[in-house]
């Protein structure tokens, strides 16, 4: 028989706990033992959006120069024409990114 001796404590609202409550009852399980099951039979995907953060953040940098020199009368116009594709691109990440977590 195995022995369970570790405590895991979690919190939960109203909601999630009785879904969750209600999900074991339909599989004759303990919350418990349902809890366990999910964990150790579901893929957990792990996703790193810290260059996503990066590129975003240097946009942000750009358009704020672009902004500046504006105001100071060093430029009359700005393309954005980069600043477009860039943002395109980081959609195309995100839309990546939605699609490996569903």
Not at 11 to 34: C, F, H, M, P
């Amino acid at each position: 028989m195995r022995h369970r001796n570790n405590v895991i404590s979690i919190r939960a609202s109203d909601v999630e706990y009785n879904v969750i409550k209600n999900l074991a009852g339909d599989a004759k399980e303990t919350v418990t033992d349902y809890i366990i099951k999910c964990a150790m039979q579901k893929k957990i995907n792990v996703i790193d959006v810290k260059p996503l953060i990066t590129e975003v953040k240097r946009i942000g940098g750009n358009i704020n120069r672009l902004t500046l020199l504006a105001n100071m009368g060093k430029i009359n116009s700005v393309y954005l024409q980069d600043v477009s594709a860039e943002l395109k691109n980081i959609y195309d990440e995100l839309q990546k990114i939605c699609k490996r977590c569903s």
